[in-house]
């Protein structure tokens, strides 16, 4: 009864159906060492390369919230949408960019790399932050600790993976990684 009501409210309106995965079931692509604990990830060594965690879901209409931590000078990201999921890049999904320090302001954290530069500053280094993605058709809408970053519309990508990066320089950590279809 409660999950045909679920069904019929949400069938009326926008609904997330959110999880939180367990992130050892998300596939590795990368030779560094991430620590996984249920919904919890984190890598403390220095990377040379970029390494992700990937879901084994695709998601079109997606919606997810991811708190991290992050040292000074790494380079990190939310990827939605990814087309190959053994090739994240940004030419295969929509790279959500966590780096305070890029050396271009376009693609600080909150962007989206190569195609919307943040339009609010928002400090992430050494604090626990929270980032909300919604990508609904076209829209893409980016929030940083509360604070909206982008709202986008592209239609390059219709559907993927999500993919968790832990690209180069020090430590990061993700947790409360939540993800569902809207």
Wanted: hydrophobic letters at 40%; aromatic letters at 8%.
């Amino acid at each position: 009864m409660i999950r045909t009501f679920l069904l019929l409210l949400c069938g009326a309106f926008a609904c997330a159906i959110a999880a939180e995965p367990d992130l050892s079931s998300w596939s590795r692509i990368g030779d560094a060492e991430i620590d996984i604990d249920g919904n919890n990830a984190s890598n403390s060594g220095p990377r040379e390369a970029s390494n992700y965690l990937v879901s084994p879901e695709t998601y079109g209409d997606v919606k997810l919230s991811v708190e991290f931590l992050i040292e000074a000078a790494t380079n990190s990201g939310i990827f939605i949408r990814c087309s190959d999921p053994a090739a994240i890049s940004p030419e295969t999904c929509y790279e959500i960019n966590i780096w305070d320090e890029h050396e271009n302001p376009d693609h600080r954290t909150g962007s989206i790399v190569r195609m919307a530069p943040p339009v609010a500053h928002v400090d992430t280094i050494g604090v626990w932050s929270t980032m909300e993605i919604e990508a609904v058709g076209d829209l893409i809408v980016v929030q940083v600790n509360g604070v909206e970053t982008v709202r986008f519309e592209n239609d390059q990508f219709a559907s993927g993976h999500v993919a968790l990066q832990f690209g180069a320089g020090g430590s990061l950590q993700f947790r409360n990684v939540t993800v569902g279809a809207l």
